[in-house]
């Protein structure tokens, strides 16, 4: 027997169970400390009417024998995929439903995607989410680092790097909140074309967008159906994080070899999932309704209205930043190293962030803070903060 020792290589995190003991020891010596929390990636609004109503509607539907649904597509409901193409041609983008694929996140089909490539170099930023390198750990890849600085407003661009056949871009970004331009998403196309690279495109936060002039998709880019798959969920969108929902797009045109990826994902998917459930896909379709879209908004809203209060906050403490204004993350540089500005908002101010070397060796002397909370205790976070600076 034989393990895959691609696991071995992989670094010990210890970030978020850092934070967790942290955060247990303060409360323990400090019980009567209301301790904020401003560092967590979750979603905090609750799903939606509409979306709420459909789910309800296709349980009723589940419990009758007319309408009782067993296996479903593995690549997703048509219904569903309409509204997601639907949704494009807001955008100016034009799909085929069978360039979609439903799934359930898009943190599965980002470490899943790698079963369809071989052996090979990826090109990765840094700071970066982490599941990025460990999945490229995980299976064995060469890894080369996109160095993500303050000069560059941690949007690195192709110079900024060594190469590599996968390219992983995310706009707006996690965990810095920064957003590439279209002028520097064309860049990455062509440069992908030039080096027959593919980049894979998260945009799981494309909903937090006001900027009209910022693409939301990849596909506005031209050229990029030929080089980039997209990478898209409800979580953060619709508050799918606990009901699990999201999709990807493999345009047909997207060949390595004279492969087709889109058939290649076709037969991962049908072979390795069964596919979303039913009442839950119902539940997504409702985002894309009439009144799921004014409902989504209102939430978007309330959250970009928690990233400015913590932008406009920290600015008026002189920390230089970015993200916050189309990003529910704001990046700021912490003026010391990251762990010992945590140790200074959990003790003096209460609050808890999370220190941006837990994303690479780039985010060392950054902190994230996170716009997913209550209004109140985001507005009590940054009086608190503004105290002990």
């Known amino acids: 027997m034989q393990i895959n020792e691609n696991f071995l290589n992989l670094e010990q995190s210890y970030l978020f169970s850092t934070i967790a003991k942290k955060v247990t020891e303060f409360s323990?010596?400090?019980?009567?400390?209301?301790?904020?929390?401003l560092g967590i990636g979750d979603v905090t609004l609750p799903l939606t009417p509409s979306?709420?109503?459909?789910?309800?509607?296709?349980?009723?539907?589940?419990?009758?024998?007319?309408?009782?649904?067993?296996?479903?597509?593995?690549?997703?409901?048509?219904?569903?995929?309409n509204t997601i193409q639907d949704y494009y041609k807001t955008k100016g983008v034009s799909?085929?439903?069978?360039?979609?694929?439903?799934?359930?996140?898009?943190?599965?089909?980002?470490?899943?995607?790698?079963?369809?490539?071989?052996?090979?170099?990826?090109?990765?930023?840094?700071?970066?989410?982490?599941?990025?390198?460990?999945?490229?750990?995980?299976?064995?890849?060469?890894?080369?680092?996109?160095?993500?600085?303050?000069?560059?407003?941690?949007?690195?661009m192709p110079e900024d790097g060594s190469g590599g056949d996968l390219i992983y871009l995310c706009s707006p970004n996690n965990p810095t909140g920064a957003t590439y331009t279209r002028?520097?998403?064309?860049?990455?196309?062509?440069?992908?074309?030039?080096?027959?690279?593919?980049?894979?495109?998260?945009?799981?936060?494309?909903?937090?967008?006001?900027?009209a002039n910022l693409p939301?998709?990849?596909?506005?880019?031209?050229?990029?159906?030929?080089?980039?798959?997209?990478?898209?969920?409800?979580?953060?969108?619709?508050?799918?994080?606990?009901?699990?929902?999201?999709?990807?797009?493999?345009?047909?045109?997207?060949?390595?070899?004279?492969?087709?990826?889109?058939?290649?994902?076709?037969?991962?998917?049908t072979t390795k999932f069964n596919g979303v459930p039913y009442i839950v896909q119902k539940g997504a379709a409702a985002i894309f309704s009439e009144?799921?879209?004014?409902?989504?908004?209102?939430?978007?809203?309330?959250?970009?209205?928690?990233?400015?209060i913590i932008r406009d906050g920290f600015a008026e403490l002189g920390f230089w930043l970015v993200g916050g204004d189309n990003s529910p993350y704001i990046w700021l540089k912490c003026k010391t190293d990251s762990w010992t500005f945590f140790d200074k908002l959990l003790s003096e101010a209460h609050v808890v962030g999370t220190p941006g070397v837990g994303f690479g060796t780039n985010g060392e002397g950054?902190?994230?803070?996170?716009?997913?909370?209550?209004?109140?205790?985001?507005?009590?976070?940054?009086s608190r903060i503004k105290k002990i600076f």
């Open 366 to 382: 950054y902190f994230r803070m996170s716009a997913f909370g209550n209004r109140e205790n985001v507005i009590e976070a940054i």
């Open 95 to 156: 799909l085929d439903l069978n360039e979609i694929f439903i799934s359930d996140g898009a943190k599965s089909d980002l470490g899943n995607i790698l079963d369809i490539f071989g052996p090979g170099t990826s090109l990765i930023p840094n700071p970066v989410y982490p599941a990025y390198l460990d999945t490229n750990v995980m299976a064995g890849r060469k890894v080369n680092f996109l160095d993500g600085n303050e000069d560059n407003n941690f949007l690195p």
């Open 183 to 211: 002028e520097q998403l064309k860049v990455w196309v062509d440069y992908a074309i030039q080096n027959n690279s593919i980049i894979l495109f998260d945009s799981a936060y494309e909903c937090f967008v006001r900027d």
């Open 291 to 308: 009144q799921g879209q004014k409902e989504i908004r209102t939430n978007i809203d309330y959250y970009l209205e928690n990233a400015k």
């Open 216 to 269: 939301t998709s990849i596909y506005e880019i031209e050229g990029a159906s030929s080089c980039a798959i997209e990478f898209c969920s409800f979580s953060k969108t619709a508050g799918f994080t606990g009901t699990r929902c999201g999709y990807t797009v493999i345009p047909h045109t997207l060949q390595v070899n004279d492969t087709a990826l889109n058939k290649l994902w076709l037969r991962r998917q």
């Open 51 to 81: 979306v709420v109503a459909a789910i309800n509607e296709a349980v009723q539907e589940m419990g009758e024998e007319a309408t009782f649904r067993g296996y479903g597509p593995e690549q997703g409901y048509d219904f569903l995929k």
């Open 28 to 37: 323990s010596s400090n019980p009567d400390a209301k301790i904020i929390r």
